[in-house]
Nanobody, 117 residues
Framework: QVQLVESGGGLVQPGGSLRLSCAAS????????MGWYRQEPGKERELVAT???????NYADSVKGRFFISTDNAKNMVYLQMNSLKAEDTAVYYC???????????WGQGTLVTVSS
């Protein structure tokens, strides 16, 4: 199995920046891709950004040009750099890993990001 632990959430003003971190452990050599999702109260969880182990990235249209996903394979970390934050970015952000030949999902516990003045 793969275990994920997020950190870095908090309160930030509109227009500000925040970086989320996710530490992976377990059978990390079987991870195919990692990503960040977010969920607002009463809404479904939505994709924010993903990155494959080959470095290919994918972003939701709402965050393109503002958010950037990256990995540090030596440290088994994945990051989400969030710039020009808006109130509508407020949500619980979850780290995700897809692993094994059948792309099983692993999830972190979530970290709250609040964008407010």
């Amino acid at each position: 199995q793969v275990q994920l632990v997020e950190s870095g959430g908090g309160l930030v003003q509109p227009g500000g920046s925040l970086r989320l971190s996710c530490a992976a452990s377990g059978i990390i050599f079987r991870i195919n891709a990692m990503g960040w999702y977010r969920q607002e109260p009463g809404k479904e969880r939505e994709l924010v950004a993903t990155i494959t182990m080959g470095g290919n990235t994918n972003y939701a249209d709402s965050v393109k040009g503002r958010f950037f996903i990256s990995t540090d394979n030596a440290k088994n970390m994945v990051y989400l750099q969030m710039n020009s934050l808006k109130a509508e970015d407020t949500a619980v952000y979850y780290c995700n890993a897809k692993y094994n030949y059948n792309n099983l999902d692993a999830w972190g516990q979530g970290t709250l990001v609040t964008v407010s003045s």
